[in-house]
């Protein structure tokens, strides 16, 4: 079973390493958005550190739901979805890894630039330590919630969108906890009870979202 | 056990059902417009002037009627969604999409009659206390709902994949109320009480009881008159619709 | 006390007239909305059995 996993992981990673703009729409999207703020909101520091946790969850909130069209797309297209019904093996274990080979595609490359991002916006190390740690549980709960959403809406003509209508819903007690995990930290209380929240999150979500994204993908591909 | 097991699905068949919706439909408008109306006169004319809120008080007995059908209706709507997926019965798919329009309409009136209530209490229309932002996202799960059937044209395809949704939105509406609640205790500024001192007088409660069996009624009754829509515009190949309706509408 | 001090609502009018008026609104266009789409619906199906005859 772990060997399916791995295998399916190493695939989709290889086919996207060929396709290397795929990533960085997705990161440079998050970027800009990050960025766009100061330039609305105006300069001042003591603004930027009160907003930061929230600005780079929303960031990466809408980043990482950009990139949830492409996840079952190709496979849909060139039949590779439908032998994956067929296979042997469980389907919502290819789901599992292929939620995480697309996060570690879309997601972590996230993870790895928001501290350059805290930056920007004056947050303290120990905020930025948080906001890591905030962002490596909550993404790939984000990644699994928004595969439900990529299964229902596979291949409809306004895909994009409804994927946004579906899932933002669903992301709100990521976005609450994340951002407050950080937000906590910078107000001195310590964001530790947030964590702890953002992981028994990811643990419900591992469990649930599986058979839920598989059931969808069972009524998409039929 | 058996037989009353076949019977029940008997009445799943849209053949036979549309009759019997045709037949329930009045039966519960009648009982929506009686109850609404004596509801409307009960929060109009019995229940007195509250001495601290004075007469804006009365908007509660529409909008916490409006809010609790809006949950109410999501939760049948998934609880058809489920049956519809365990048996596979078409009806059931149909009866989640007659009651989603009327969900989304209450989950609005709610919103909106919380605002006017919030104006004149709170001196702002809007505020982010926990239950009216819960009550937002209800809303956002219905029109996602909505546009998710919408969008698809396989009707086989649209009814698996809308319940599917709504199955997922029920697990995760307890979490993002939890997680909406915390948010608002963590935010001192916006937290509301809204019947805090308020003590809850035996005919408010009952003209709020009686203006939710209304809308209960209004909205099986609305559902009815949706379903057999529904009905007819997926079936309209179908011999007995085509029977039925002949050459004149 | 007439029918129409028991219906005044005081400083108030605007927030709850403006709350029941936009209920009622909603709960009477949406049956006739209703109405409406089955009738054309039911012509739509009555002119496919006329033209297939």
Known sequence: ?222 | MQNRLINWFKYSSPATFYPVAGRLAPIFWVIAIALIGYGLYLSFFVAPTDYKQGEGYRIIFIHVPASWMSMFIYLVMAGWSAIGLVFNTRLSFMMAQALAPTGAMFAFISLWTGSFWGKPMWGTWWVWDARITSELILLFLYLGYMALVGAIDDRRRADRAGSILLLVGVVNIPIIYFSVKWWNTLHQGATVKMNGQTSMDETMLWTMLIMALGFWAYSIAVAMVRVRSIMLEREHDAQWVRDMIGEQA | MSIWDKLDMGKYALYVWGSFGVTALCMIVEPILLRSHATRIRKRIARLNRLEK
């Open chain 1, 1 to 222: 079973m772990l060997e399916t996993l791995l295998w399916i992981i190493r695939r989709d990673v290889t086919i996207a390493l060929r396709r290397r703009t795929d990533i960085f729409t997705t990161l440079i999207f998050f970027v800009i958005v990050v960025s766009l703020f100061p330039l609305g909101i105006g300069p001042e520091l003591d603004t930027l550190r009160l907003i930061a946790p929230g600005v780079v969850w929303v960031g990466a909130l809408l980043a990482s739901m950009l990139a949830l069209e492409q996840l079952f797309l190709a496979d849909h297209r060139d039949g590779t979805l439908e032998q994956m019904l067929l296979a042997p093996q469980p389907l919502s274990l290819l789901v599992i890894g292929k939620v995480i080979a697309h996060w570690l595609i879309t997601g972590l490359p996230l993870v790895i630039m928001a501290p350059l991002l805290g930056l920007q916006y004056d947050l303290s190390l120990e905020a930025l330590k948080v906001m890591i740690w905030s962002l490596l549980l909550g993404t790939p709960t984000l990644s699994l919630l928004g595969a439900i959403g990529a299964a229902l809406t596979l291949g409809l003509r306004s895909g994009g969108v409804l994927v946004a209508l579906l899932v933002l819903p669903l992301y709100i007690p990521v976005l609450i906890f994340g951002a407050g995990a950080v937000e906590a930290t910078t107000s001195g209380l310590g964001g530790s009870s947030h964590l702890s929240m953002l992981g028994a999150i990811l643990l419900l979500a591992l469990l649930g979202t599986p058979f839920a994204t598989s059931a969808a993908l069972r009524v998409s591909a039929e």
